[in-house]
């Protein structure tokens, strides 16, 4: 049982629900969106308005893989790398409510944490992957 702890291939005929799916592409996503809303913010002398508005949005498919991870027992493989990219994306509020001296650190965290939600996308094209029958 411990050996499938982090198997994000049990049960793959069962297949992936589409939300889990549109989750883990929207995240790398909506983090590039973020990178482009936090260089026209500081280059092009516009507010962080969006960029704060867009980062709390991102909670939400955020909040969903981990929900799906952690409930739907054929996708439990996923919760590592989906509790990584939640637990990234609460630093990255903290270290943005923090000031100027936790700021500093907020485009490093931002850098790991489309790493790991590019990484969760990887995992459940896998998983889609393999859901389709080999010739």
């Given at each position: 049982?411990?050996?499938?702890?982090?198997?994000?291939?049990i049960?793959?005929?069962?297949?992936?629900?589409?939300?889990?799916?549109?989750?883990?592409?929207?995240?790398?996503?909506?983090l590039?969106?973020?990178?482009?809303?936090?260089?026209?913010?500081?280059?092009?002398?516009?507010?962080?308005?969006?960029?704060?508005?867009?980062?709390?949005?991102?909670?939400?498919?955020?909040?969903?893989?981990?929900?799906?991870?952690?409930?739907?027992?054929?996708l439990?493989?996923?919760?590592?790398?989906?509790?990584?990219?939640?637990?990234?994306?609460?630093?990255?509020?903290?270290?943005?409510?923090?000031?100027?001296?936790?700021?500093?650190?907020?485009?490093?965290?931002?850098?790991?944490?489309?790493?790991?939600?590019?990484?969760?996308?990887?995992?459940?094209?896998?998983?889609?992957?393999?859901?389709?029958?080999?010739?």
């Open positions: 049982m411990i050996e499938n702890l982090h198997d994000t291939l049960a793959s005929k069962r297949g992936t629900p589409k939300l889990f799916i549109v989750s883990g592409l929207a995240i790398p996503l909506g590039g969106v973020q990178f482009l809303l936090a260089g026209h913010a500081l280059f092009a002398q516009a507010t962080w308005d969006a960029h704060i508005m867009f980062g709390a949005l991102l909670s939400i498919p955020i909040l969903l893989q981990f929900s799906y991870a952690a409930i739907v027992p054929h439990r493989g996923f919760i590592w790398w989906a509790s990584a990219v939640l637990v990234l994306y609460l630093v990255q509020i903290i270290l943005a409510a923090g000031g100027t001296a936790t700021l500093a650190y907020h485009p490093f965290n931002a850098a790991l944490l489309l790493t790991a939600s590019l990484v969760m996308l990887f995992k459940v094209e896998r998983r889609r992957a393999y859901s389709f029958p080999h010739s």
